[in-house]
């Protein structure tokens, strides 16, 4: 199947720092990537649709300017958590779109921690 | 929003044994598909079910559709300590506002023991 590479895993900050994500479709080109955001024994919450070359498309209730989404290649999304708090200590996972197969395959997460 | 609701929310079963988890979701759909998850890793596909299938397999995966009651069916025949994990249905909801888009459903963590 295809590889999405998502780094860093883990990543632990002080307060107020910012931290930058990067995700990778490693063996496919994907224009739409999309982020999303896990609690403890949760199901995963859709943060935003990146597209490529065009702005992200962000979900109701998540702030754009807190987390900016770029997607400069067809094989690259960025997520940056500005001015990083504990209350957005979570676990982040990226996923990349296969139009083919309209399958999103998903990179291992990045766990944050802010101090 | 999530869409779908899964059932049970937990189970534990031994090894050999077969492991049924269902999905229920509230709109119309042009495939639902079903995802693993080892503990804080990522997701991994299992499978894709068109809105036009009923039924799908895939090893010891066999995966059911009744598009009429919005439900959908994952049974893990002959069960092993490996496939411990998370599992979850995700649905791409008609209308959408982005291609590719998935909804997920709250999971089934599933334990096997030896």
């Known amino acids: 199947g295809a590889v999405v590479s998502q780094h860093p895993s883990w990543v632990i900050c002080k307060s107020g720092t910012s931290v930058k994500i990067e995700c990778r479709s490693l063996?496919?080109?994907?224009?739409?990537m999309f982020w999303y955001r896990q609690f403890p024994k949760q199901s995963l919450m859709l943060m935003a649709t990146?597209?490529?070359?065009?702005?992200?498309?962000?979900e109701q209730g998540v702030e754009k300017d807190k987390f900016l989404i770029n997607h400069a290649s067809l094989t690259l999304s960025t997520l940056t958590v500005t001015s990083a708090h504990p209350e957005d200590s979570s676990f982040y996972i990226c996923?990349?779109?296969?139009?083919?197969?309209?399958?999103?395959?998903f990179g291992a997460g990045t766990r944050l921690s802010v101090l | 929003s999530q869409q779908g609701e899964e059932d049970p929310q937990a189970l534990s079963i031994q090894e050999g044994e077969n492991a049924t988890m269902n999905c229920s979701y509230k709109?119309?759909?042009?495939?639902l598909q079903w995802y693993r998850q080892n503990s804080g890793r990522g997701l991994v596909h299992l499978i894709l079910?068109?809105?036009?299938?009923r039924e799908k397999h895939s090893g010891r995966l066999r995966v059911t559709l009744d598009t009429s009651k919005k439900s959908s069916s994952l049974l893990i025949t002959a069960s092993r300590a490996a496939d411990t994990a998370s599992y979850f249905c995700?649905?791409?909801?008609?209308?959408?506002?982005?291609?590719?888009?998935?909804?997920f459903g709250a999971g089934t963590q599933v334990v096997v023991t030896p």
């Open positions: 996923s990349a779109l296969t139009l083919a197969k309209n399958i999103q395959y």
């Open positions: 063996d496919f080109q994907a224009t739409t």
């Open positions: 990146s597209n490529e070359g065009s702005k992200a498309t962000y």
């Open positions: 709109t119309s759909i042009n495939n």
């Open positions: 079910i068109r809105s036009n299938e």
């Open positions: 995700a649905t791409d909801a008609i209308p959408t506002d982005s291609w590719g888009k998935l909804q």
